[in-house]
């Protein structure tokens, strides 16, 4: 759901709004860990698929604290860029996982291309099972 005309951007429209995110997500002792992510809104929610399991879902599992910052495809941050803080959730049932990658595909057309070769032997990693992350933005009080 967009803002009304003329009323400021919400944080959830936003992030969605970023080509790139670099995702924070955190170890058992604290340390953070960034990696850039396709991210979509869907609903009140954020929304990426990746593969599972992997560093991502184990320290989401420990820990559903996210920071996310827009950023070029390599994870370049810019200087004060803007930090958005929520929690994140690993959904693995296959119409939550095909729900996110639908979200997905809405926003990011080659994420579709990827998807048919996803059908197709074209590597492990390409056929490498998937999860999506859910996330949910902090209100600030």
């Known amino acids: 759901m967009a803002s009304e005309p003329g009323a400021p951007a919400s944080d959830l429209d936003v992030v969605a709004a970023m080509q790139y ?4 997500t955190f170890r058992k002792t604290g340390a953070p ?5 396709w991210i979509a809104r ?3 929610e954020l929304a990426f698929v990746t ?6 879902t184990k320290r989401l599992a ?3 604290r996210v920071e996310m910052r827009p950023c070029d495809m390599r994870g370049n941050v810019p200087d004060g860029a803007p930090v958005h803080r929520g929690t994140a959730r690993v959904v693995r049932g296959d119409g939550e996982v095909a729900a996110v990658r639908r979200a997905i595909e809405r926003k990011y057309p080659m994420a579709r291309v990827a998807g048919v070769f996803n059908t197709v032997t074209f590597g492990a990693f390409l056929r490498a099972k998937r999860a999506g992350v ?6 600030d009080d």
């Open 62 to 64: 420990n820990d559903p």
């Open 42 to 44: 869907d609903g009140d």
């Open 21 to 24: 995110v670099s995702l924070t």
């Open 51 to 56: 593969v599972d399991p992997t560093g991502k």
């Open 134 to 139: 859910r996330i949910r933005l902090a209100v």
């Open 33 to 37: 860990v960034s990696t850039p992510v």
